[in-house]
């Protein structure tokens, strides 16, 4: 069944990721005033990232019928079998940051990133390909799922992206999606944990538009 938004819905999830943005982006900003320690401001960019995606869900799922289930990767695991040197070796750990559901099955695969560089967008990349070869083994399409890069702000030329983009669609018959739920490019001067950074609402309301097509 497809679903339609409304301005209803577009209102509601915007209020959502502004809400949920304030709140984590001035936690962010504490703990880069307090302990100024990079492993720790880099873990809680993550976390605003994580929020921020998961608060779309939240109020999206107010004017479904049914929810939309966000998985942590690491409760989702998918495995794939591999014959080498007269041995099968099982990788029974195949995730990636966020697996979601609707109504009992797969729609969607998503990679949280603060920023997305060339080199972070590669890896993602490389992580559903296993999945996508995961799924085969299992006689499912991978096709029926989205592969998704759920940013806060981009951090490479468009040309390279489009690049990785070509052949991954070239090894998978698949086009990924990318999303940055914020306005401008990334500068180090002026990181999240200093810069309250605006956020882009005709990006979410696309990134919404397009999670509406796999229901």
Known sequence: MFYFATEALYEAVFQSVSTKYDEEQKKLSDIGLIHRTEGEIRYAAGELVEKVLQSIFDAMNAFLPYKIISKVGSSDYLTKKIQYNNHVYINDHIQVDRHVWYQGRR????ENKTYLDTCYFDRALADFKKIIQALNQQNLDPKRCAYIVFAGQIAGRENTFLNYEAE????????PKRYFFLKGIRNSLKPLYKIKHELDFETIKAFVDFILTLL
């Not at 991954?168 to 086009?175: A, G, M, Q």
């Open 168 to 175: 991954f669609w070239d090894e998978t018959k698949i086009v």
């Open 107 to 110: 729609i969607a695969f998503i």
